[in-house]
């Protein structure tokens, strides 16, 4: 296919004390389709060749053999390499059409195992919009590891143990009611637990009696486990429903109570490596034989209670232990970046060679209207009641541009659904973003809609067609065609940087790229004309929206037929 292999085989006949994987990370994408497709730039040759860059770029063009090829210029520094358009094209389209949602694969994983730690949601908590980026972050990034040749094992790492069980049990056996709870568990349990926070401010013995509960609950008290078990599976059934809408499914729901049994085993490791030592009546791991600026990973509290660190060494251990993972990720936030530094320095101490696959991937802080979410203090937006308000607009929308639709409620739920997938994984992950529902659902601008909106005009033009796609006569080589081959071409590439960087918004602007240049095309072409060209035009709309299609199923994003 004529892509950067061929562009990397000129040159490195050339290039001979280049390697073919140096001139490949040397190659750029021109700032401008009129400079060319492939540029290859020469300024960090001139300190070995000793001549001007621009000397240089010359001296290749002079030599490079430019069969296949439109033509291969100096431009200053730069070597601007011009693809065949005809014979790409027709290459691109065939591969496309032949592999359909396969194109894009590769077998860079060669299977091996992923584990993806993501959502993880607390119990007797609602799923708030404050667990919409772990959520959807680590289903992209599971759907993305899969087209990448790897195995991912999503794991809803359940936030079901911990000191805050403890302070619930005390709220609701103090000031609780069971009949409240039956009638709507979710909101009266959240209701304890922010009152709970509110009166400990005034009377701090609370937080002491709460810590107390969750000992007894630690050491196995009937009624404390019988009020947690109660909590949890009230929790799943709502957690249920929210992933049932978004299409995200878990390979395990083993959470912090699943490692109840196994921190033994790690607080023996520490003890053997003579890691534990106490302080101030808690057992901790000294961190700075690793970095002097870490502080220690504390294991026990003075009270013997595990916590947070001691549970995520075990659910570590136990992940290498049961997938053999190559790689174990962890999509939460980037305000738990040192735990997971002191996590790995503790793993490396304890003689674990895998601690560098652990890699914590983190995210931005998402605000709603401008205004952080806090559980603790009740500022908290439902996911579900975001869920509603975005199947209602769009709703409203697919009402007044395509009334006669069948399906309207569905489609609706899809685009909804979609459209507050697609906005948070647009943005890069590391940053933080406001939500603005209305601008969110909107089908123009840099929206989930616009992508799919786009690919259902593609699909509706293919229903329109009374010709066959065929690849026999394509000669496709005018330039709002060229920006959609092109942007088809790196498609392949565009997934593998997506693996590398662990970064969806790669995926989710490549669809708009995409999306862009077909509308480009479509407002500017009669692709339905019956001539010659006509069988090349639609073979290159089914190759826009298989890789549209593709796109968004990768974010986790339905592709509707029709709008």
Do not use: C
């Not at 140096?22 to 389709?33: F, G, R, V, W």
């Not at 094209?89 to 195992?113: H, V």
């Amino acid at each position: 296919m004529a892509d950067n292999t061929q562009v990397v085989s000129a040159l490195a006949a050339v290039l001979t004390d280049l390697t073919a994987s140096e001139i490949a990370e040397k190659l750029e994408a021109p700032k401008s389709s009129e400079l060319g497709d492939v540029a290859f730039p020469t300024f960090t040759l001139a300190k070995v060749l000793r001549q001007a860059p621009q000397q240089i770029a010359a001296n290749i063009v002079a030599e490079i053999d430019q069969t296949g090829f439109e033509k291969v210029v100096a431009t200053g520094p730069y070597v601007n390499f011009f693809l065949d358009k005809v014979a790409t094209s027709r290459e691109t389209l065939q591969t496309i059409l032949t592999l359909k949602a396969d194109y894009g694969n590769n077998t860079d994983g060669q299977g091996a195992n992923v584990t993806i730690d993501m959502s993880s949601p607390n119990i007797a908590k609602p799923m708030s919009m404050g667990h919409l980026r772990s959520t959807v972050i680590g289903n992209a990034l599971a759907n993305i590891t899969a087209k990448n040749g790897y195995q991912p094992i999503k794991i809803n790492h359940l936030g079901d143990w911990g000191t805050q069980f403890g302070k619930l049990i005390y709220a609701y056996k103090t000031w609780g009611s069971e009949d409240e709870v039956k009638a709507d568990p979710i909101a009266t349990l959240l209701r304890y637990y922010v009152e709970f926070h509110e009166k400990a401010k005034a009377d701090d013995s609370l937080n002491d009696e709460g810590r107390a509960w969750f000992k007894k609950l630690e050491d196995g008290d009937e009624e404390a486990l019988a009020l947690w078990a109660w909590f949890r599976e009230e929790s799943l059934k709502e957690f249920t429903e929210i992933y049932d809408r978004l299409d995200i499914s878990f390979d395990s729901f083993n959470g912090e109570a699943f490692y109840n049994d196994k921190m033994d085993k790690v607080v023996d490791l520490l003890t053997e490596k003579d890691l534990l030592v106490t302080s101030q009546g808690a057992q901790i791991v000294d961190l700075s034989e690793i970095n002097p600026n870490l502080t220690p990973a504390m294991i026990k509290r003075t009270d013997g209670a595990t916590l947070y660190m001691t549970r995520d060494l075990a659910a570590a251990v136990y992940r290498k232990e049961t997938y053999d993972f190559a790689k174990s990720l962890y999509v939460v936030g980037g305000e738990q970046r040192e735990h997971f530094v002191q996590m790995k320095a503790v793993l490396s101490l304890m003689g674990f060679a895998w601690a560098d696959d652990v890699e914590h991937i983190s995210f931005g802080l998402i605000t709603f209207n401008g205004k952080k979410m806090s559980t603790r203090k009740g500022d908290v937006v439902l996911l579900k009641d975001v869920l509603n308000d975005a199947h209602d607009l769009a709703l409203q929308q697919i009402q007044e541009k395509n009334p006669t639709l069948e399906n309207k409620a569905e489609v609706a739920e899809q685009v909804g659904a979609g459209a507050v997938v697609f906005h948070d994984l647009m943005n890069d992950r590391t940053n933080n973003f406001d939500f603005n529902l209305e601008e969110v659902v909107r089908f123009e601008g840099d929206t989930g809609p616009y992508v799919q909106y786009t690919n259902a005009r593609a699909k509706s033009i293919l229903r329109k067609a009374s010709a066959s796609v065929s690849l026999d006569a394509v000669t496709l080589d005018d330039p709002l065609t060229w920006d959609i081959i092109t942007t088809l071409n790196s498609f392949p590439a565009t997934v593998q940087r997506a693996w590398q960087q662990r970064e969806a918004s790669i995926i989710a602007k490549y669809a708009l790229t995409l999306s862009r240049a077909f509308n480009k095309y479509y407002a500017n072409s009669k692709i339905l004309t019956a001539d010659e060209q006509l069988q090349a035009r639609l073979a290159l709309v089914d190759a826009v929206t298989i890789v549209l299609t593709e796109s968004l199923r990768l974010l986790g994003v339905k592709a509707p037929e029709e709008m």
